[in-house]
């Protein structure tokens, strides 16, 4: 079990049951990072002084399967952003704590004589549903997330009830540590918050919302093809159950997906009407797999814009290969066809 977990009519727990057997969870290490966890909680609360970031917050937002992993990872691997690791996850209830430990580890500064160079992994572009391997790559953070906000057995929440209920100053608290540790802007995936991003906007002052959207044909069978490997069969849902989810589930898998496609997109372009220019960005995955560049060199400018500037040169891939096909099953194209009319 999770540390959040509180009732058996969790949605993570129900989901769990459902997982294939490389996809469900480790509960020996679920219940040692309890521990873990527990036991630094003391210390990290000392580290909570600073009240607000000074550095800008970078949240990816969008549907699942929108490419925001590979956009994760093209980040990291930038070097222009600071980002949660594997081995930062691992202490999700002292961030700070874990962000240090993290230095201390893979920090060339700290290296004595390559006593643990073993962590310096490199950040590839591989991954499975989200999950990536090796210390230093990108985690998804979900387990950080759950804790500042409040009833942890739903998966979405109106913003007024975040404005009075989340634990806000927390929240700050500790991406402020965790940023000045790093000395650098933090990106991360946001996409349990898509329905809120007038909340976080209204948060954080300092931040970037990069929202991704990819060919909805192809978001679709993306969605598919992940139910299958993850839960075993398209039937089953899969990631969060946002709002619209107690009508979608009662469509075919297709639909479902379709569903998830446009209902989150819309949620997230209505959330950025009243985001100012400087503190947003469209990426389409499939521009963005011709020309990665491009959103550097726009992320830099906004970044500047909001007091972070940076000299140092795009020397990330000239571009990604799109490998999917041409979408021709026509069980997804209507069901897309539905939701854009």
């Known amino acids: 079990m999770s540390w959040f977990k509180n009732s058996k009519e969790d949605a993570m727990y129900k989901e769990e049951k459902n997982r294939t057997k490389s996809f469900k969870r480790n509960a020996t290490l679920e219940e040692?990072?309890?521990?873990?966890?527990?036991?630094?909680?003391?210390?990290?609360?000392?580290?909570?002084?600073?009240?607000?970031?000074?550095?800008p917050i970078v949240f990816i937002m969008g549907p699942l399967r929108s490419g925001s992993t590979l956009i994760t990872q093209w980040l990291a691997n930038s070097g222009i952003a600071a980002y949660p690791t594997n081995l930062m996850s691992r202490f999700y209830k002292a961030p700070i704590m874990g962000a240090?430990?993290?230095?201390l580890l893979t920090d060339e500064r700290y290296n004595f004589r390559n006593e643990i160079k073993d962590f310096n992994s490199e950040v590839n572009f591989s991954s499975e549903n989200g999950k990536t391997k090796g210390a230093l790559a990108p985690?998804?953070?979900?387990?950080?997330?759950?804790?500042?906000?409040?009833?942890?057995?739903?998966?979405?929440?109106?913003?007024?009830?975040?404005?009075?209920?989340?634990?806000?100053?927390?929240?700050?608290?500790?991406?402020?540590?965790?940023?000045?540790?790093?000395?650098?802007p933090f990106a991360l995936k946001g996409m349990n918050l898509n329905y809120n991003i007038a909340f976080l906007n209204?948060?954080?002052?300092?931040?970037?919302?990069?929202?991704?959207?990819?060919?909805?044909?192809t978001n679709i069978a993306s969605i598919l093809k992940a139910r299958e490997r993850q839960l075993g069969s398209i039937d089953n849902w899969y990631s969060f159950k946002i709002p619209e989810y107690i009508d979608l589930i009662k469509l075919?898998?297709?639909?479902?997906?379709?569903?998830?496609?446009?209902?989150?997109?819309?949620?997230?372009?209505?959330?950025?009407?009243?985001?100012?220019?400087?503190?947003?960005?469209t990426i389409n995955y499939e521009d963005f797999c011709s020309?990665?560049?491009?959103?550097?060199?726009?992320?830099?400018?906004?970044?500047?814009?909001?007091?972070y500037s940076t000299e140092q040169p795009y020397n990330?891939?000239?571009?990604?290969?799109?490998?999917?096909?041409?979408?021709?099953?026509?069980r997804i194209i209507s069901a897309n066809r539905q939701f854009e009319l």
């Open 202 to 217: 209204k948060v954080f002052d300092k931040a970037i919302f990069i929202h991704t959207k990819r060919d909805p044909l």
């Open 252 to 281: 075919n898998p297709y639909e479902q997906a379709a569903g998830q496609v446009h209902f989150i997109n819309q949620a997230v372009e209505n959330g950025l009407k009243d985001v100012p220019e400087h503190k947003k960005i």
């Open 100 to 103: 240090k430990i993290q230095m």
């Open 139 to 184: 985690n998804e953070f979900w387990y950080f997330w759950r804790k500042f906000l409040p009833d942890t057995e739903r998966d979405y929440w109106i913003n007024e009830e975040l404005f009075e209920k989340a634990d806000i100053q927390m929240m700050l608290s500790e991406f402020a540590g965790i940023t000045d540790v790093f000395q650098k």
């Open 316 to 330: 990330g891939e000239k571009s990604f290969s799109l490998t999917r096909k041409e979408i021709t099953d026509e």
């Open 32 to 55: 040692f990072l309890i521990e873990i966890n527990d036991n630094m909680y003391e210390s990290e609360k000392k580290l909570l002084e600073k009240k607000v970031p000074e550095f």
């Open 291 to 307: 020309d990665p560049k491009y959103f550097y060199d726009e992320l830099v400018e906004k970044l500047n814009i909001q007091g």
